[in-house]
């Protein structure tokens, strides 16, 4: 995909690269953009007032997600706006956490869910380094805002086809 | 597949790179709790789902069961599929039945709990913990203060004991506790404040009624914390006594007439050796009343009461007698609470 410059919107640091397909999800609907738009401590375009105060950057592991190949790529741990989706009708969430990456400390709930299963046959396990990104962990599903320069991928340790 | 009909979509509960379990409205008693497919790899779009109640729904986000109990069991054994593409306000269900291919492969494996994804806002928003405001005006004794409350409780609770009955998800133990408060000597009034008491006993930790503001001053108010569905159905009750106090208060007489002069008030009355004529008349009454009584059905208090045809209607007069009494306060001016429209008029006789 060819890269373009998104001089629309994060103009307090500058334009933001990005790929077309991060460029498209830029129609903010059900999002607040502010100037944390254009913080550059984050590797992907975040909310205002987004991640939460008050959380860390602490090392995380072990964590899970699941995923649809044995080597997933950055792409599989993208928060859900920076691939261009839309929350949809009845989403709960907020934006801030519609930026975010969803990791688990156990997958074992989600592999009940037989269609999610189906196209997510496997199961990767990622230690994170300190100071990669900030989380909201010590719950059981986790959002993770990756720092900028940091590759989730590039934390996964394992991979497995779970039932296997 | 047979008839279409449209659903809302209410919340998305759990979403995984796309839609997996989501919540839909289909009427305003009717709602569907729907999973992705998993027929087939190309069906990420397509959902199955089964029909819930309120009721259901609230048992499920209380993890009263797991998700694939709650599908496998739907209501009235409904079961839909659908297409949802992830931006679509509603969607058209088209019914399955029990035993298709897609519903048995796409139900949830066992031990997937509600505590597994978002919290279900229709239920949060549904049974609040609901501050309920009386306000009062006029000249009050402070033990009237205590009657008024005492009133309020008694029905509260009794209407939140005949919903907990009633649930097909509620525990048989529970139920059993709810019938053991029926199992008493019903003799004078002080069975029955006996009776209330363990039933306000039994429901505090499910349904706490708490007062939560008072003012004596007139006009003044009593404010209560209550959970809102029984509290309603108290609202509900008083509203059709407003508008139906006479023809209340016949069958109620009626009803006491008849027992009274059966010998079925004593507290050595027994059902058991009731005439196959004088059950027929009793459940003819008994019912009579309860039809005035909107909320509280006979048949329910039939069956908390083990079967017993006298003790629920003892429990059926006395209820009438609690909301009497909690109404004379509303007809006297000295208590209103917004929504309830009260006329002395309507209920001369």
Known sequence: MNAFVLSTIGTDLGPVDCQSAICSAISPRNLTWGHRLADQDFGEQLPDQCPPDGIGDEALGPVFRLVPTSDPDETCF??????????????????????????????????????????????????????KGKHDAGKAHINFWKYKGFDLSSAVVETWEHGK | MTKAVDAQVLQVLLWYDQPEIIL???????????????????????????????????????????????????????YYTFAFDGFQESVSLSK????????????????????????????????????????????????????????????????????????PATSLQTKATISKAFDRSWGGGGSYVAFYDKIANDNDHVAPLRV??????????????????????????????????????????????????????????????????????????????ATFLPGVSFMSLLQMA?????????????????????????????????GLDTSPLVNED
């Open chain 1, 78 to 131: 993208s928060s859900k706006l920076a691939l261009a989706e839309t929350p949809p009708p009845g989403y709960k969430g907020t934006a801030c956490e519609w930026a975010s990456c969803s990791l688990n400390r156990s997958v074992d709930a989600l592999l009940k869910i037989r269609g999610l299963v189906m196209r997510n046959p496997f199961v990767a396990r990622l230690e994170i380094p300190a100071a």
């Open chain 2, 24 to 78: 839909l409205k289909v009427s305003a008693v009717e709602y569907i709790l729907a999973v992705s497919s998993a027929l087939s790899v190309n069906d990420e779009q397509v959902f199955v789902g089964g029909g819930m109640t309120f009721s259901r729904i609230e048992e499920y986000q209380e993890g009263k069961f797991d998700l694939r109990y709650a599908l496998a069991h739907a209501n009235l054994r409904r």
């Open chain 2, 96 to 167: 399955l039945v029990k035993s298709s291919d897609i519903l048995a492969a796409s139900l949830p494996e066992t031990g997937f709990f509600s505590r597994d994804h978002h919290d279900i806002e229709l239920v949060q928003h549904r049974i609040p913990d609901a501050v309920e405001k009386f306000n009062v005006d006029g000249g009050w004794e402070l033990g009237e203060f205590s009657k008024f409350y005492s009133q309020v409780e008694d029905i509260y609770y009794m209407f939140n004991d005949i919903d907990l009955y009633d649930n």
């Open chain 2, 212 to 289: 939560s503001g008072i003012e004596y001053h007139s006009p003044g108010y009593v404010a209560l914390r209550a959970k809102k569905k029984p509290f309603d159905s108290m609202i509900a009750l008083l509203q059709a006594y407003a508008e139906n106090g006479l023809e209340t208060r016949k069958a109620f007489n009626a009803l006491n007439r008849f027992m009274s002069f059966s010998g079925m008030l004593s507290s050595d009355a027994n059902s058991a050796a009731l005439t196959p004529v004088a059950k027929e008349e009793l459940s003819k009454l008994a019912n009579g009343l």
């Open chain 2, 306 to 338: 083990s079967g017993d045809l006298i003790v629920a209607s003892k429990v059926l007069k006395s209820i009438f007698k609690r909301v009497e009494r909690l109404y004379a306060f509303f007809e006297q001016g000295r208590v209103a609470y917004e």
